[in-house]
């Protein structure tokens, strides 16, 4: 049987997410910065911004506070931007990458469009992939937090 174009890129793709070639593995995000040779390292001023982030929504801060925090302390986004969107802190707590893991395949295109993808199945998790900025077990607190927190508003309305 023939495959597509389309079927051949995505066999493509799942080959090098389970081989940990792909090059979305290193993709440098807030408090990390690429070496030459292409390996993540921790860029320590924004490494302690990402712990701040994390530690004041620990202690009960919401993503507005946090943000506002941040912009008074003069600390700007990372686009640049002299605020911080609550999304933007929110996708960061989010992110796995801050405990030195990697998740492939969290997303496909469809029609040109990126969408997040459920199914687990075609994920790949690279553990330990790159230096870590904050534990595992903060990082497990903050999503059951953010689950809490969403639940406890869902249940106001």
């Not at 609550?86 to 989010?94: G, P």
């Not at 030195?100 to 790949?124: F, P």
């Amino acid at each position: 049987m023939e495959m597509t174009k389309g079927e051949q890129i995505r066999a493509g793709l799942q080959k090098s997410f389970q081989s940990g070639t792909f090059a979305k593995a290193s993709t440098a995000y807030y408090g990390y910065k690429i070496t030459q040779s292409g390996e993540l390292v921790i860029d320590s001023a924004e490494a302690k911004v990402v712990t701040f982030i994390f530690r004041q929504f620990m202690s009960g801060n919401s993503l507005g506070k946090i943000s506002d925090t941040l912009a008074r302390m003069g600390i700007s986004s990372p686009t640049g931007k002299a605020t911080w969107s609550r999304e933007t802190i929110s996708k960061l707590l989010n992110n796995e990458k801050y405990v030195g893991d990697v998740v492939l395949g969290k997303t496909n295109v469809i029609a040109g469009i990126q969408v997040k993808s459920y199914d687990t199945r075609k994920q790949v998790l690279m553990r330990a992939h790159h230096p870590a900025i904050i534990s595992h077990k903060l990082f497990n607190a903050v999503q059951q937090e953010k689950q809490k927190r969403s639940k406890s508003r869902a249940a106001s309305r």
